[in-house]
């Protein structure tokens, strides 16, 4: 059997397990089976697609394509969270799918809506006041002796950076040179390369260009 046959085998085994994950886990979980090709990752099968609005047959952003790159160690990805393409928060989950010699194919990709979660936890803040929920959280982990759980750096975030370096770069101008209309440009791209889905990236984005985020979301509505 030829390579590019155990691949599509490899893939079309996965298909089903969308419609299952998809019937499972209901209409607040988007499904995604992307196939690796040449380099560049498309969307095989979606369910669930209101979440981020992606369609059948498109390609996804830089982010998708860098973490293709960058398979070597990892089998999976987990909790990352993120912005949707349509501005739903949600939580993403990924899984590298690779042949039996490591190579890798495609992802399967579970991203939750968070809309309702964090409407709850919105309440639950309120309805507390002033006793927010991180003291009370540490306060359950003191009396409990569970130690309080550390966020780890994911290489979303990583990713994120590395193109930001990229387009700044790229961009020819010095960041302390940049004019206005430089600097939205500069989001533009940043925009086109799906930096802005990843959580605080507005943050590092301001960061780097020497602004302030209310400044960044100024440029992005002016683009």
């Known amino acids: 059997m030829k390579e590019t046959e155990i691949s599509d085998a490899i893939i079309n085994s996965y298909s089903v397990l969308v419609d299952y994950l998809a019937d499972f886990l209901g209409s607040n979980c988007e ?8 380099g560049v990752s498309i969307i095989k099968k979606i369910r669930n697609n209101h979440i981020s609005g992606r369609e059948l047959g498109k390609k996804t952003d830089e982010i ?14 987990v909790n990352n969270y993120e912005t ?25 990709c579970v991203n939750i809506d ?5 409407l709850a936890k919105n309440c639950i803040e309120d309805f507390f006041g002033k006793l927010s929920t991180s ?9 409990k002796h569970v130690a309080p759980v550390i966020e780890e750096k994911d290489i979303f975030k990583s990713l994120s950076r590395d193109i930001i370096n990229d387009v700044i770069s790229e961009h ?21 390369r799906g930096v802005f889905r990843i959580k605080y990236a507005v943050r ?15 440029y992005f509505k002016e683009l």
């Open 172 to 192: 020819g101008v010095p960041v302390e040179r940049m004019t206005p209309e430089e600097r939205i440009a500069v989001i533009g791209k940043l925009k086109e």
């Open 64 to 77: 998708g394509i860098r973490i293709s790159k960058r398979n070597r160690d990892i089998d999976y990805i």
């Open 204 to 218: 590092e984005v301001a960061r780097r260009l020497n602004v302030s985020e209310p400044s960044v979301y100024r």
């Open 84 to 108: 949707s393409p349509t501005g739903i928060e949600i939580k993403t989950n990924t899984f590298l799918i690779k042949t039996p010699d490591g190579k890798l194919i495609g992802m399967m």
């Open 114 to 118: 968070l809309s309702l979660p964090l």
């Open 135 to 143: 003291s009370l959280a540490k306060k359950i982990c003191k009396e």
């Open 31 to 38: 499904i995604v089976l992307h196939v690796i090709e040449d």
